[in-house]
Nanobody, 122 residues
């Protein structure tokens, strides 16, 4: 059974940084991605990374501030978030096993983590 576990969320001031991790069960995964959902809003795409980690796509709202990466030897994906803004406040969830690239639609992913809260204060 595939299991995804996020970590690294927390409370940070505007302009600060956080690094999220997504530990996957011990097998290779295809395209992986990060999504977020703020209170009262729909889940939105943040970033995705190809299976080998050589391609990445980002939502316009985070481009230039967030960096997605993965270490396949550790079955772990990361999201480095810099220059955080209050509007980045949300529950961030990782997703795995989209079978095509690029994959920014949440319906493309087969597996989801429980999410980690990120709160950015002004």
């Amino acid at each position: 059974q595939v299991r995804l576990v996020e970590s690294g969320g927390g409370l940070v001031q505007a302009g600060g940084s956080l690094r999220l991790s997504c530990a996957a069960s011990g097998r290779a995964h295809y395209v992986m991605g990060w999504f977020r959902q703020a209170p009262g809003k729909e889940r939105e795409f943040v970033a995705a990374i190809s299976s080998r980690g050589n391609q990445a796509i980002y939502a316009d709202s985070v481009k230039g501030r967030f960096t997605i990466s993965r270490d396949n030897a550790k079955y772990t994906m990361y999201l480095q978030m810099n220059n955080l803004k209050p509007e980045d406040t949300a529950v961030y969830s990782c997703a795995a096993d989209a079978k095509f690239w690029p994959a920014s639609n949440d319906e493309a992913y087969d597996y989801w983590g429980q999410g980690t809260q990120v709160t950015v204060s002004s």
